[in-house]
């Protein structure tokens, strides 16, 4: 009898976790994971701290305030936006590079522009994101570019599979975004 129950806790599991995610519940992006790369390329190409300001989202952009995936809303675990998780996320990247510092005249801002996953295909899924960054120093801009960020991944017509690996791929997506901004020639004269 014991080992008949067991047996079943793993199959029980998975049942409740199925019906957690196809009866619509919200859930949270995962927290940012920054990335030991855009860490490196910091430490390289910053030579002095800076400031993180405001992100906003654009009125009406897609996926600003959650993203849907198969109908149940992922929102951001940071902020009442996903505004808040990009700047969440720079700002993590930047004191772990020792390039933080909220007294700095050069402060870099932002707005979301674009923030979507498709986790609704039947092997593989999709996410992108866009978003603008300012630079200013001094109060005067130096720097105003569109980054957009894509990413795709095999996934599953199982929705208890198909969602989970969509929600992990949401700080993958976004470390690629600064990626492309740390990586940025323009950028990197901008804050120096």
Known sequence: ????????????AAITTAAVLLSGCAINA??????IGNV???KKTMPAPVNVGSFTVRPGAEGAASISLRGNPMAS?????DAAYLADALRNDLTLAGKLDPKSGVEISGQLL???IAAGGFSTNSCEIEARFVVRRDNQERYN????ATDSWDSSQVGAVA???AQQQYPVLVQKLLCL???DAQFQAAIK
Request: zero cysteines.
């Open 181 to 183: 901004l740390f990586g």
């Open 1 to 12: 009898m014991t080992m008949i129950h067991t047996l079943h806790r793993p199959l029980l």
């Open 145 to 148: 570019a569109v980054h957009r």
């Open 30 to 35: 995962p927290a940012d994971q920054p990335s």
């Open 77 to 81: 675990p940071v902020g009442g936006d």
């Open 40 to 42: 490196e390329q910091l």
């Open 114 to 116: 674009k923030n979507d």
């Open 163 to 165: 969602i989970p690996k």
